[in-house]
Structures are given as structure tokens and as C-alpha cells.
């Protein structure tokens, strides 16, 4: 039955701003710790209404994005029901196809899957994303002379292809992920926010 879905889009990463991953390049340092959250504010995953949840990942990206590898955990809002939950996990593990499924096909491993509550207050590039005990940021947008966001648009990789992305920086941002080693406090790096509107028939 497929996926039609529109909403929001949060990463943020250990990279300086900006994550030169978005254009192909290698990251700052190597890899790439990240973590990132897509809001549906609405739509539905094989019939299952999943409006107003969150859906969040956190990953190690060993080397150049294209490349693949990626090791993540995901994270489903605690505010699902089981079918949301469920239909939630298979999208971000790639099994409903579309954009999620090419996504999926750079990740190597999936360490768990864990229900958590998620915390999303960003606008424009501007605001907060928390997944309680695991991650902490906040962030604002760059603008242009006249006051507008700066955008990012035709991108090689995107986590939300299709759609402009905002340029951030994230005044903080703590990431503490045992199960994949990471353990983060910074302050002043990059952060990526953008809407998309996704529709795949199944």
C-alpha cells in the first residue's frame, strides 16, 4: 500500500558547518557521528495514520557518505501505538521503498530499535531536537542579507531528496550512544534542517 508522508527533518553532526557529506565530500573528521529525526506531520504508511510522530535516527558514518557502511539506531516516538510503531520501524529500515529504502541500502547494521520520547521544536532551521538521554541539540539558521534562511538546494546526497535543506549550526549538540560508542559535547557545528513531502505506492 505504499507511503504518503510530509513533514519535517532535523540532523545535526559532528562535522563543522557545513557537513560536506550533503555535496559527496569526505567528513571533517574522518566520520561522521550523527543523529536525525523526520516529523510527520501528516500522512499515513500501508493505511496506518501516522501524523504528528516522530521517527529518529542516531548513526556512525565511517567514511565518505555514498560509500555506505552506516552502523544506527532507531528510535520510534513513544506516543505510538504498536501498528505506528511497527509501520514507523519498516519505513526507516527500508522495507515500504522510495527515498526510505535508498537510505537504507547505505546502512550496514542496525544495532536496536528502542521507543523513546522525542522532542522536536524546529522551525526554519532554528529551535531544539531532543531523544530523551540519548540526544540534546539546539540550533539556528544562517540568513541571507535580506533576513531569508540560507537554502541547500540540488545536493548530491539528502536526507530528504527532492527538497531545499536549511543551513544551521548547532549551538550544542550532546550525543550519548553507548551502543555505538559515542559519547558527544559540541558546540558550533553543522545542523540541517528541511521539509519534504515523500509519496511511494508500495
Keep these: ?16 558547518v557545513l557537513c560536506p557529506c550533503w555535496i559527496g565530500e ?38 565518505n557518505v555514498l560509500d555506505g557502511g552506516y552502523v544506527q539506531k532507531i528510535y520510534v516516538d ?19 521503498g522510495g527515498p526510505f529504502e535508498a537510505l537504507a541500502a547505505l546502512v550496514a547494521e542496525t544495532v536496536g530499535i528502542e521507543r523513546a520520547a522525542i522532542e522536536y521544536t524546529v522551525a526554519e532551521g532554528s ?5 530523551a538521554g540519548v540526544v540534546e541539540a539546539e540550533m539556528t539558521a544562517y540568513r541571507g542579507p535580506g533576513g531569508r534562511v540560507t537554502t541547500l538546494h540540488e545536493s548530491i546526497f539528502s536526507t530528504i531528496p527532492g527538497s531545499p535543506a536549511y543551513v544551521g549550526k548547532a549551538e550544542r549538540f550532546v550525543m550519548r550512544e553507548p551502543a555505538l560508542g559515542i559519547d558527544l559535547d559540541l558546540r558550533g557545528h553543522n545542523a540541517i534542517q528541511g521539509v519534504f513531502r515523500f509519496e511511494h505506492p508500495g
Excluded: H
Excluded at 507511503?3 to 562535522?15: I, K, M, N, Q, S
Design 1 to 16: 500500500m505504499g507511503y504518503r508522508l510530509e513533514g519535517d527533518l532535523l540532523e545535526v553532526c559532528d562535522c563543522k
Design 26 to 63: 569526505d567528513p571533517d573528521n574522518g566520520g561522521c557521528r550523527t543523529a536525525l529525526a523526520y516529523v510527520m506531520r501528516a500522512g499515513e504508511i500501508d493505511g496506518v495514520d501516522v501524523s504528528g510522530l516522530v521517527v529518529a535516527v542516531t548513526a556512525w558514518i565511517p567514511g
Design 78 to 96: 513513544a506516543r505510538a501505538d504498536e501498528a505506528q510503531g511497527a509501520a514507523l520501524a519498516e519505513l526507516m529500515l527500508g522495507r515500504r
Design 127 to 131: 529551535g531544539r531536537f531532543r531523544i
